[in-house]
């Protein structure tokens, strides 16, 4: 089994920037991709962005590129979204999750087993 637990979120001015991270347990880091998601309340789940098992490929919602990144550092089972740029719009509980084999990363229906997630709030 593969856990997951989201640390970082917390309450950012617009503009400002904030760092989550996602602890990976249960299975070597490396032997899946991961993709970071967002929901708020009374909306579907949107896929954010996804990196791939070592790192050498990502992947950005069009909303999210030039502001976040994703890198992972697999020596501390950990994936990060870097969120640059904050806007109102970024509000949301944010989550991790995992997938091994090859991956259509934009679809929310191909992956599973999110994490409880992190909330983000952004606001004056």
């Known amino acids: 089994q593969v856990h997951l637990v989201e640390f970082g979120g917390g309450l950012v001015q617009p503009g400002g920037s904030l760092r989550l991270s996602c602890v990976v347990s249960?299975?070597?880091?490396?032997?899946?991709?991961l993709g970071w998601f967002r929901q708020t309340t009374g909306k579907e789940r949107e896929f954010v962005a996804g990196i791939s098992r070592q790192g050498s490929r990502t992947y950005y919602r069009d909303p999210v590129k030039g502001r976040f990144t994703i890198p992972r550092d697999n020596a501390k089972n950990e994936v990060y979204l870097q969120m640059n740029s904050l806007i109102p719009w970024d509000t949301a509980v944010y989550s991790c999750?995992?997938?091994?084999?090859?991956?259509?990363?934009?679809?929310?229906?191909?992956?599973?087993?999110w994490g409880q997630g992190t909330q983000v709030t952004v606001s004056s």
């Open positions: 249960g299975r070597p880091s490396d032997g899946y991709s």
């Open positions: 999750a995992p997938e091994t084999g090859p991956l259509d990363y934009y679809h929310v229906a191909n992956w599973h087993s």
